[in-house]
């Protein structure tokens, strides 16, 4: 029988937390539920519901900190940055948007905690870090079923271990968080994207490089092949009929146009150039977060997210492609593929995608596929022993009794 | 300061340690004469002294794993020590310790421009990594004060800051990998030329962790292109609530300015009686505002700074027009140290963090506790993020004054947190802020914080007596307390 247990407050989360302790019951630790199908598949009847712990309890924007519930819905955290024309630098992934065929109607699903807990970071983590580098502070019950706190709600702390970091893409194994303090930081007056058509990826790789490297402040770079390109909502990007290399420039007006156009003299030799600007060029980015030009298409069923070298971004893409169907696009300059790839074999392909990440280091992560895939092949990348073990005596610290989310992370345990 | 208790039975055996460090490392890799030992018996923070039982200087990972092995299967303690500049004592060494220096791994391995990072043996100083990227216009951004000597290494370990850490991040969000050598001498490699390495974010947890973890070996570092552009801005206020006011609404308004350094009126004269930059004499605060950039955004950022400062009452106002002059504005604030200590025999500096809006409260007791601990104390203050740099004169000659002055240092601290702070923004606990842990920190928080270092070295080898006021044994703070396993309370909601 499957039970659900909803507490309302901190004393009857650390109750439920002492109750699964000694009794040696998993939970399903759960804030909207809206990423269930991330992570190794794992079985538990116990649903840890913490959606209460909802709210924002502290936000001064001049501070540049937010302090809210774990459970506060992602769409009132950016709605309250939006009114004070601040953001998440590093452009949350609506996960949840991936995982489902019906994107939610009500914009960006989840909770904040999940997107934490998940620790997928969007096109700019280029420019300004990823959710770790953004997570201040938070209290939490152990899996030891004990309240503790680490961090604090300060930009500036090294005060103690930085457990804060080892949170964010714990998947929910280390500890239930019920209150999260993040840095927020200001959103640019303006924000443009070049285009650059025709380019393949080495091509590509090689001009996002260029434009980075400039003094120019590039914050996003990304490639979408043509094939990938056409499945754009972007009228400029799936109308090129070509591959399109985009970069961001973010900034006050005078900025913007100054350094597009710098940007435009550098990168003219490459290839055709187009512009996108303000709505467009946020459009451009939200999906290319969520890779949904290329989940348009229908050649593939599982997604893989891999991080490796720039440098070697169109090298590995080339290596599985050649070997399993598919298709790419790359973001972080070429740090970040995502794959779309056919069914047929989940095992062999991840031997081939594991082989391939080896070879120039990094690291390749499962994102979307179904339950039997999930269940052949580990979602995350497998660790060298040595790392394995320090993960393993980490998780042991905080969940000595394995009662948090077991098997989501490591698979069978 | 009260340290573990020296163990006997190590010291007894302190010949017999140096010749096996000596063969691990032979040449002139250990150093056991007191005259040559006493080098190594403080860091940056000189108020707390101890000889090392032994130093010992590897050059290559192997030897360091080595070492740790030694140590670890003779339960030997371990002191890492980077360039020695660390201000809160974590480099203290313990009287039955091998202080293990890393001075000797010097080197730059690797430039990698297409990947935009720099790998780095720990020893190389935070400059050097600077200097060996500029000629094609990069840099390593964190700049704590102490670039020209303390090392990348260092900086990993105490997560250093800088002045242009609210726009370019500390430490820990600059560095892409490290090679760490275990207590029990395992060598692991965490990330690398990518983002965010798999499983665990350890590069997280080992950033900041005050060698109480592992030993650093190799570290890679992203760099980045170099701002074309710096201007600053030199603001006066009346009050210090109005140069709150000014920080407040400059980033309110969007702009994170590159460096956004406040004085006070103490600070102020000191610096300006040592440099002569020319700061106004008659102003309660002083704000240096740097913007940089590309030139066409810095001009426009500038102009509407000015604006805000007017509006937020800046009584005097100046901006850079050249290079020198905007080195000049800097030239008081980088030397507010000297100055101090061109005005007192002795001064400590501490380092805590506070919500910026706190600032005039903050202040404001301070200059009560000054009269009431009789001691002279002068403000620096990373504005942009809170980070407060009270100076504490004193003069050590004179009976009693340390004690004041750290009574007054610790009263400072435990005010920062009251008011919603933190005891250290950049500096670290150290042995420091160790016995103030619990002014922030529950036991339970300490306890889960040290677990973490169990998982890393059970036998509490490595660096013991630093950032935790009580040791406990991994066993102990393993231990479970298990109830019966009935669910006790009825009203939670189930569905």
């Not at chain 1, 929910?172 to 927020?184: H, Q």
């Not at chain 1, 070429?334 to 280091?361: C, M, N, Y």
């Not at chain 2, 106002?317 to 007192?344: D, H, V, Y």
Request: proline letters at 5%; aromatic letters at 6%.
């Amino acid at each position: 029988m499957t039970s659900h247990l909803k507490p309302e407050n901190e004393a009857q989360l650390l109750d439920v937390l002492k109750w699964a302790v000694s009794s040696g019951t998993p939970v399903d630790v759960r804030g909207h539920g809206s990423k269930q199908g991330f992570g190794n598949a794992m079985a538990s009847d116990t649903v840890l519901d913490v959606s209460s712990f909802s709210g924002i309890l502290q936000y001064d924007p001049a501070e540049l900190v937010l302090r809210a519930g774990a459970a506060t819905p992602m769409t009132a955290l950016l709605a309250a940055l939006e009114t004070n024309n601040q953001r998440l630098a590093f452009d949350p992934v609506d996960l949840a948007s991936i995982l489902s065929s019906h994107p939610s109607s009500e914009g960006f699903a989840g909770t904040l905690g999940g997107m934490v807990a998940c620790g997928l970071a969007g096109p700019g983590r280029l420019k300004y870090g990823g959710i770790r580098d953004h997570i201040l502070g938070f209290h939490a019950v152990s899996g030891r079923g004990e309240v503790f706190k680490s961090g604090g709600n300060v930009m500036k702390n090294v005060t103690g271990f930085d457990l804060s970091k080892l949170m964010a893409g714990s998947m929910g194994t280390l500890a239930v968080m019920y209150e999260i303090t993040i840095k927020v930081l200001p959103a640019p007056e303006k924000s443009r994207t070049l285009l650059l058509q025709g380019l393949n990826a080495e091509q590509a790789i090689q001009a996002m490089a260029t434009a980075v490297n400039s003094p120019h402040e590039v914050s996003a770079a990304a490639y979408l092949p043509r094939a990938v390109a056409k499945g754009s909502d972007v009228d400029l990007v799936s109308n090129s009929n070509s591959s399109v290399t985009a970069v961001r420039v973010e900034g006050p007006e005078p900025s913007v146009i100054a350094r597009c156009s710098a940007l435009r003299k550098l990168l003219e030799h490459v290839g055709t150039i187009d512009e996108l600007h303000s709505k467009r060029s946020h459009e451009f980015w939200a999906e290319t977060g969520t890779a949904s030009a290329l989940r348009k298409m229908d050649n593939w069923s599982t997604l893989w997210r891999i991080s490796v070298p720039p440098a070697d971004g169109a090298r590995v893409a080339a290596t599985i492609l050649g070997q399993v169907d598919g298709e790419v696009m790359f973001d972080w300059g070429g740090g970040l593929l995502t794959l779309g790839l056919s069914a047929k074999d989940p095992h062999a392909q991840s031997t081939i995608i594991r082989e391939a990440v080896r070879q120039v280091t990094g690291h390749a992560t499962l994102v979307l596929g179904d339950r039997a895939a999930r269940q052949q092949v580990s979602v995350f990348q497998p660790m060298p022993p040595g790392i394995a073990s320090l993960n393993k005596r980490i998780k042991s610290a905080f969940d000595p009794e394995g009662i948090l989310n077991p098997g989501r992370i490591h698979g069978n345990g | 300061m009260k340290m573990p208790e020296p163990d006997k039975s190590i010291l007894a055996k302190r010949e017999e340690i140096i010749a096996v460090l000596g063969a691990i490392v032979p040449g002139e890799g250990v150093i056991a004469d007191t005259q040559e030992l006493s080098a190594y018996e403080c860091d940056g923070l000189s108020a707390y002294r101890q000889l090392p039982m032994v130093v010992v200087l590897p050059e290559t990972t192997a030897q360091v794993s080595a070492v740790l092995k030694y140590c670890h299967s003779s339960g030997i303690k371990v002191v890492p020590r980077g360039s020695g500049t660390g201000l809160s004592g974590g480099a203290l060494p313990l009287a039955d310790g091998v202080t293990l220096g890393l001075g000797k791994f010097n080197k730059i391995l690797d430039i990698d421009f297409e990947n935009r990072c720099v790998v780095s043996q720990p020893g190389v100083t935070n400059l050097a990594l600077t200097h060996a990227v500029e000629h094609r216009g990069f840099y390593y951004a964190p700049d704590p004060s102490s670039q020209i000597a303390c090392s990348i290494g260092g900086n990993v370990a105490e997560n250093s800051g800088g002045v242009h850490c609210l726009k370019y991040g500390l430490t820990s969000n600059n560095v892409l990998g490290v090679e760490m050598v275990l207590m029990d001498g395992e060598i692991v490699r965490i990330g690398g030329r990518y983002m965010d390495a798999g499983g665990y974010d350890l590069l997280g947890v080992i950033t900041g962790s005050e060698g109480l973890l592992g030993v650093i070996t190799e570290v890679t570092v992203r760099i980045l292109q170099k701002p074309s552009v710096a201007r600053a801005l030199l603001l006066g206020f009346e009050s210090s609530e109005s140069a709150g006011d000014c920080v407040a609404a400059i980033i309110s308004e969007g702009i994170i300015p590159g460096g956004l350094e406040m004085m006070d009126r103490h600070a102020i004269h000191a610096t300006e009686d040592f440099v002569h930059a020319g700061y106004p004499m008659d102003v309660e605060a002083l704000l240096i505002v740097e913007l940089d950039g590309p030139r066409i955004e810095v001009d426009h950022l500038i102009e509407r700074v000015g604006e805000i400062a007017r509006r937020n009452k800046a009584t005097y106002q100046r901006t850079s027009e050249s290079e020198s002059e905007r080195m000049i504005f800097w030239s008081g604030r980088k030397n507010a140290f000297p100055a101090m200590g061109r005005m007192s025999p002795d001064y400590i500096c501490m380092d805590g963090t506070i919500p910026r809006s706190q600032l005039p409260r903050v202040l404001r007791e301070m200059a009560e506790m000054s009269q009431k601990f009789g001691l002279r104390c002068a403000n620096v203050f990373h504005a942009g993020d809170g980070n407060l740099h009270p100076l504490i004169l004193f003069d050590a000659n004179s009976a009693g004054e340390l004690e004041r002055a750290e009574a007054f240092g610790a009263a400072i601290l435990k005010l920062c947190v009251d008011v919603g702070g933190v005891l250290t923004g950049e500096h670290g606990v150290g042995v420091e802020k160790r016995d103030l842990m619990g002014e922030m920190f529950t036991d339970d928080d300490m306890k889960q914080q040290q677990r973490l270092k169990c998982a890393f070295d059970p036998q509490q080898l490595l660096n013991p007596g630093k950032v935790y006021p009580t040791l406990h044994r991994c066993s102990e703070l393993g231990k479970m307390h298990v109830h019966n396993g009935k669910l006790p309370f009825p009203d939670i909601p189930r569905f």
